[in-house]
């Protein structure tokens, strides 16, 4: 009888569907047809810039004589982007790619539309195109692996990505210092250390480039805190940016050559960024050479003429002072002609240099699998030892009889970091902001999978008291615990949220064959420390997490990563204990051209950013800079530096321990007492595989420029003359290899 009665309301529910389905394959068509549009091949065009033979400057030359002022002025700003609160107009009908930003090209001419896509550790917006894409390990954590050739991998599988997906420009990339480890941004960048953050990700953006996409590097510059970054003014002296947070973009810029560089929402010494000349004109551009375009951060532009001026060369996401204010203020005589046009060949000339104008790019399908294998790959050399009591670890399955897998979410995935960075995991669609997003990788079905003769159970440990319960009657219990970072905020403190710090200190007394494997994208406090036995900085691990962190439980895979930024003892010891925070009023405000830099944030600490503050003030760490344990051990041994034109330092490396194994043999340097300089800098590394027992000498050129200081007066790098203390070893706290030389 009920079933009868419910049965007419069944079939108009059902016809409704029906109906409703229709519409929005409608709907979704007309979408597409404004995508196709979008990203049809722009008809081909015979004029003499199509010529592949003359270089990307002649080139953009070329096009640029032919365009009219409208066509230049299109080029200098985005259209929109979905979710932007205003639309560009004459933008219609959309031709986006559902990513962060589009470009109109010059049909005509052959200049195609700019599809940009946030891709920090993999595509985003892949879900708004009912799209796949692969995430990688987090920016710290391939920071972490200290290793070039990963980073050039991670690189290129996102150019490749970007391009099945249809784009052409990528807004990866991010190398901002970790000047203070609350930011939430800190898991897309790639550590406190400017050699080792400009080396990776150098390599990374020359081999994204490498596919035909036009990369960028952000945000530029000192964009070290999320907290009011719309209004924070950030005040610093020229040789302290010079030898830090700037020096991390000069050496990733000569490396990669990139298309493009993104200015930063903040002031710099009292001028926005985005309209900061030392910034834009005379360092990047004048001093470093950098040929290609400056896009302002989305909502990072503030004026026109200043802008301009400044070295601006193209708003994102609309045309709010790049558009029709831009082409009045050149028609007032404002703005001068070169200038306008040297915004304009800047942009040509890096569609030509990166091949998007060549190799247009053509929707197609994402190589799953193979983007699953560099995940895990490039996981596994990230995945960082940080404790191994007693060699718990690797796991003897043999032994094994019970493992206890506790945390939150670890019988079904891993965390990821959030923002404009997010990658949508596959079956998820569009993820949404500040959404705590976990990817399907199950830590507990990897340790299974790994165990096949024991029995392997599961606790959120919500209730610690039943995690510990669990612990107890395990032979072993591995806890994953997390922490979510994102974009557009900081965290408040250092400790592992969700009271997961009471969590593990319970399970390790329950049972002391305890082993903590973090989710986080930064340092955390660890006030268990001495009550587990093994600890593993996992970070965000992307696709392939699980299986990466159980490669290294189990043994299959020997660890190699260090620690590409200090883990502090607490936030007391940080340069700045108290973050600088907006006045309430600014808070929670919507970044807008309109915003004024009402606060400041003094970094006093200048150049000393990570482990060149605490060497400094002498504060002991939790963990050290460059720090991370291997299942094997390695022994040093006959420094000999040579100098001339390049500094040379050799050394050898042993693996004294029973299992092959990879080093990273740190070089770091101490500058004569005149320079004035904190007690080390990293100068060089190499990531040297050994068997057991084998030895391999090593040799690690050094470039003088990473030996020498920024001198203000004469604004140029001075090699300072007097004696330099060479060192060598493992961490930035374990060095025992020792060599003054004198240099002049
Ligand atoms: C972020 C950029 C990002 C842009 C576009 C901004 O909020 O700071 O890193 O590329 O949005 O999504």
Not at 149 to 169: D, S, V
Request: net charge negative.
């Amino acid at each position: 009888m009920a079933l009868h009665a419910k049965k007419p309301s069944r079939v108009s529910s059902g016809f409704l569907a029906a109906l409703l389905f229709v519409v929005l394959i409608l709907v979704m068509a007309i979408f597409e047809r404004g995508r196709s549009l979008a990203l049809a091949e722009t008809p081909s065009v015979h004029g003499p810039w199509m010529d592949k033979t003359l270089s990307p400057d002649r080139r953009a030359d070329l096009v640029l004589q032919e365009m009219t002022l409208d066509e230049k002025i299109a080029l200098l700003h985005g259209n929109g982007m979905p979710g932007w609160p205003r639309a560009v107009p004459h933008a219609n009908p959309y031709l986006g790619n559902g990513g962060a930003g589009f470009v109109l090209g010059v049909q005509r001419l052959g200049i195609p539309i700019i599809q940009m896509s946030d891709a920090a550790y993999g595509v985003r917006s892949s879900g708004e195109n009912g799209r796949y894409s692969t995430a990688l390990p987090s920016n710290v954590a391939a920071a972490a692996s200290w290793d070039v050739q990963a980073a050039c991998a991670y690189g290129a599988l996102i150019g490749r990505e970007l391009r099945a997906q249809g784009y052409n420009m990528s807004l990866g990339g991010g190398v901002n210092l970790t000047r203070d480890p609350r930011n939430g941004r800190t898991f897309e960048y790639m550590g406190e250390d400017p050699v080792l953050a400009g080396t990776l990700v150098g390599d990374r953006v020359k081999c994204e480039q490498a596919q035909h996409v036009i990369g960028d590097m952000k945000h530029y510059a000192l964009n070290d805190q999320e907290s009011g970054r719309n209004e924070v003014n950030a005040i610093i002296g020229k040789r302290a940016m010079r030898e830090s947070d700037l020096l991390a973009f000069q050496i990733g810029i000569g490396i990669a050559d990139p298309a493009a560089v993104m200015c930063s929402y903040n002031a710099v010494n009292g001028d926005y960024a985005c309209e900061n000349k030392y910034l834009l004109t005379d360092v990047l551009k004048k001093d470093w050479n950098f040929k290609g375009f400056v896009v302002s951060d989305w909502g990072g532009t503030h004026s026109t003429e200043k802008a301009s001026a400044a070295g601006l060369d193209h708003e994102e996401p609309m045309d709010d002072f790049f558009g029709d204010k831009f082409k009045q203020t050149v028609e007032a005589g404002k703005i001068p002609t070169a200038e306008l046009d040297d915004h304009v060949h800047r942009i040509l000339r890096s569609e030509f240099a990166s091949g998007i104008v060549d190799d247009p790019v053509k929707k197609s399908v994402v190589d799953v699998e193979g983007g699953l294998e560099i995940s895990r790959h490039i996981a596994e050399q990230s995945i960082v030892l940080l404790k191994n009591d007693r060699g718990i670890l690797p796991l003897d399955r043999a032994k094994l009889h019970s493992i206890a897998v506790i945390g939150p979410n670890a019988d079904t995935s891993m965390i990821s970091g959030g923002g404009s960075a997010q990658v949508d995991p596959p079956g998820h669609g569009a993820t949404k902001w500040k959404e705590h997003v976990w990817f399907p990788s199950s830590p507990l079905k990897a340790i299974a999978r790994k165990t096949p003769g024991a029995t392997v159970e599961f606790d959120s440990g919500a209730d610690p008291a039943y995690a510990a319960a669990l612990a107890k009657r395990s032979d072993v219990a591995i806890v994953f615990a997390y922490q979510w970072t994102s974009e557009d905020m900081d965290l408040p403190n250092l400790s592992l949220p969700e009271n997961q710090d009471a969590m593990i200190e319970q399970v390790a007394a329950a049972n002391p064959q305890t082993i903590v494997v973090l989710e986080t994208g930064t340092a955390v406090t660890m006030p268990w420390l001495n009550a587990v036995r093994g600890v593993l900085e996992a970070w965000y691990t992307g696709s392939q997490g699980a299986d990466a962190v159980a490669n290294i439980l189990f043994g299959e895979v020997n660890p190699t990563a260090k620690l590409p930024m200090t883990f502090p003892r607490s936030e007391a010891d940080l340069p700045h204990p108290q973050l600088a925070t907006p006045p309430p009023e600014e808070r929670g405000r919507r970044r807008s051209g309109e915003a004024k830099p009402t606060f400041e944030v003094h970094y006093d600490e200048g150049l000393k950013v990570g482990y060149k503050w605490y060497d400094a003030a002498n504060k002991p760490v939790l963990f050290p800079f460059g720090f991370g344990l291997s299942y094997t051990t390695f022994g040093y041994s006959g420094l000999r530096v040579s100098t001339g034109s390049e500094t040379t330092i050799g050394f050898t490396v042993k693996n004294t321990g029973s299992r092959a194994g990879e080093e990273v043999a740190e070089v770091y340097a101490t500058l004569p007492a005149s320079a004035g300089e904190p007690p080390k800098r990293l100068v060089g590394w190499d990531k040297v595989h050994l068997n057991a027992g084998e030895s391999k000498e090593v040799s690690v050129p050094v470039k003088t420029f990473y030996l020498s200081i920024y001198d203000e007066a004469s604004d140029s790098w001075k090699l300072v003359p007097g004696t330099y203390k060479f060192m060598v070893g493992g961490s930035s706290q374990s060095l025992p290899l020792v060599e003054n030389v004198n240099l002049k």
